[in-house]
């Protein structure tokens, strides 16, 4: 006997996706699954289209295209290893100068400065984000490089100097210039975000740990900034991609120099910038299959680095957690 009212088994799932529809579950599901899907065909399509197109760069010199230290277009002799290491040690300069300078800013103007002065400054931070990469390479080009000269040839050189990465001539434009710039550049987005992910951190954390007679500065260390510790990271990933593939202006301060040198001093070269450097006067099917092909290398550089960096924050806070 049916009750008056009741819903057949056989309409019920027809009648609760009808229900999901109307109330815009389903809807909301599709746009949501679509917009992830579409990130992943755009770079599975920019992935197969540098193949495809450095595809005669690849035949004609396999890995040791990666590996080569001779870049000559002349002589149609291509090697990417000059420029991947340009790339990363302008980046990991850049990281080792920005992430301390801007999470200790960031405990500042989140834990530290009143608020109207914190958001002033923060509207500032973000006003920097905003400038365009080709500014910094002129403020880098006639502030920058002079401020180095005077630092580098003189305390740094007299403390340093005996160094190796530190040694030989030095004119101003260079890999360590470059990395100096880049810090510069990503500073806002690890200062901006940080802040951010700070401030998230429940007050009754704060309270808590005040009342249990810790001081401002440990409550901010031993209390906030474990607990922000994983956005803290976010914002290092974020700086880290910007510097990796930052053009303009690294290509105006790094020398754009293609031989591979030990000293920090001596100008270098970034994948980044010989591409914008060469790709409009690039003749020959090679020679524009290589500089594609570099692309494609600063792809998976890009990949590699921020992969070791996650297994890298995976793996402390696991032994964080295992010592807890």
Not at 131 to 142: A, D, E, K, M, T
Request: proline share 5%; charged share 10%.
């Amino acid at each position: 006997m049916r009750v008056a009212g009741s819903t057949s088994p056989e309409h019920a799932p027809t009648t609760s996706l009808r229900r999901r529809l109307l109330g815009g579950d389903e809807i909301a599901r599709f746009i949501v699954t679509a917009a992830a899907a579409g990130i992943l065909i755009a770079c599975g399509l920019l992935v197969y289209e540098l193949w495809v197109s450095s595809g005669a760069a690849r035949h004609e010199f396999g890995w040791s295209f990666i590996t080569g230290r001779t870049w000559d277009p002349n002589a149609g002799e291509f090697g990417a290893w000059p420029f991947v290491v340009g790339t990363t040690v302008t980046s990991a300069i850049a990281l080792l100068i920005a992430v301390p300078a801007g999470v200790g800013a960031a405990i500042f103007l989140a834990e530290l400065a009143p608020r109207r002065v914190s958001d002033f400054l923060a509207f500032c931070i973000e006003l920097l984000a905003a400038v365009p990469s080709v500014i910094y390479g002129l403020l880098g080009v006639f502030i920058l490089v002079p401020v180095m000269k005077v630092l580098v040839d003189g305390p740094l050189k007299a403390a340093l100097g005996w160094l190796p990465i530190f040694s030989g001539p030095f004119y101003g434009v260079s890999t360590l210039t470059a990395g100096v710039l880049l810090a510069l550049m990503v500073l806002p987005f690890i200062v901006s975000v940080s802040r951010q992910v700070l401030l998230s951190v429940p007050t009754e954390q704060r309270e808590a740990a005040l009342a249990l007679g810790a001081t401002r500065w440990e409550t901010t260390w031993n209390v906030v900034l474990p607990y922000a510790k994983r956005g803290i990271y976010g914002s290092a990933f974020l700086a880290l991609a910007r510097a990796l593939g930052e053009t303009m202006a690294v290509t105006m301060v790094i020398g754009n120099s293609p031989q591979l040198q030990a000293s920090l001093l001596a100008p270098g070269y970034s994948i980044a910038a010989v591409v914008a450097n060469e790709f409009t006067e690039a003749t020959g099917d090679l020679y524009v299959s290589a500089l594609i092909a570099l692309g494609l290398v600063l792809f998976g550089l890009t990949v590699v680095i921020n992969g070791l960096a996650r297994l890298l924050v995976a793996s402390t806070s696991t032994r964080a957690t295992a010592v807890q």
